[in-house]
């Protein structure tokens, strides 16, 4: 199908997109990547007035380094940029190793970061991964600029607290400090395709080699990226071992409450959150014994 007909607008700057998509109103559609906006529009599932696009909005794309050590992201930077970073798994690897799952290579040359996390498909790895790890969103409008945790962004299923006059330009990562393990687990029908369930999570451990603070994320389970709570828990102060993760993995098959589609029932997807969650504690645990940290 062919999309419905809209005004294409095109800024140079931030101060006119943010005044274009203040005159559209919920009527504009911000056009980053176009990996998942240009299919609504195709199959009409879309229907904006004005498609505003901020490809050549100069800043959009920069990523740096913080003063205290943390990762600036520009919404408009792509997949594919991350991915070839050779920093980025020294200064956020849980991202660096998330990166390649997402699609195909195809995709991430022209998906971008903030089309992801904005998008906020259930099943997608970028939203997870952030709020894995503490990242806050910078959301731009005309009257000013707010922040926004990961942890409150996502509202529900394609839902987040954006309003219709606000864009993302930037997230911002906390640094990666202390002794950290992590992993990153999913399964999906086919590589590259979404995932039907996955993990993520990382671990602080202290000088002993126990677990000091943990985080565990699941996404492919609900409307929007699950961190499981009791399982967090759970591994605070925790050696890591076999029966720790037992535990947890019987925690997290025993809090998700999935629903059924046609890629899985809400019982595989209970039963595989919690097989996934404690691969992915021995995946982590194992980056320790061959000392990867």
């Given at each position: ?157 394609m839902a987040t607290v954006v309003e219709p006059n606000e864009i ?126």
């Open positions: 199908m062919k999309p419905a007909p809209f005004e294409y607008l095109c800024p140079r700057t931030l101060d006119d997109a943010l005044a274009l998509l203040a005159e559209r109103g919920e009527d504009g559609k911000v056009l980053a990547g176009g990996q998942s906006l240009m299919p609504l529009l195709s199959l009409r599932l879309a229907r904006p007035s004005a498609v505003i696009d901020v490809n050549r909005v100069p800043g959009l794309d920069r990523m740096f380094t913080t003063r205290d050590g943390g990762l600036s992201i520009g919404a408009l930077a792509r997949q594919r940029s991350l991915e070839r970073n050779a920093g980025l798994a020294h200064e956020q690897p849980l991202l660096a190793a998330a990166i390649p799952l997402i699609g195909h290579f195809q995709i991430r040359n022209r998906g971008t970061v903030g089309g992801s996390l904005v998008h906020a498909d259930p099943a997608a790895e970028l939203p997870a991964v952030m709020t894995c790890l503490g990242a806050d969103f910078i959301l731009s409008s005309k009257s000013g600029e707010r922040a926004v945790s990961a942890d409150d962004f996502y509202l529900g299923y993302l330009t930037e997230i911002r990562l906390p640094p990666w400090r202390g002794r950290r393990i992590w992993a990153i687990e999913e399964v999906s029908r086919r590589k590259g395709d979404f995932a039907m369930v996955g993990v993520t999570l990382w671990m602080e451990l202290d000088d002993s080699d126990a677990c000091k603070e943990a985080r565990i994320t699941m996404f492919g389970v609900s409307g929007k990226p699950v961190r499981v709570d009791k399982a967090e828990q759970r591994m605070a102060g925790a050696k890591l071992d076999d029966d720790a993760f037992k535990e947890v993995e019987k925690i997290v098959t025993d809090e998700l409450e999935p629903d059924s589609d046609i890629h899985a029932s809400a019982r595989y997807r209970k039963e595989v959150g919690g097989v996934l969650a404690r691969r992915a504690l021995i995946q982590a645990r194992t980056r320790l014994i061959e000392g990867n940290l």
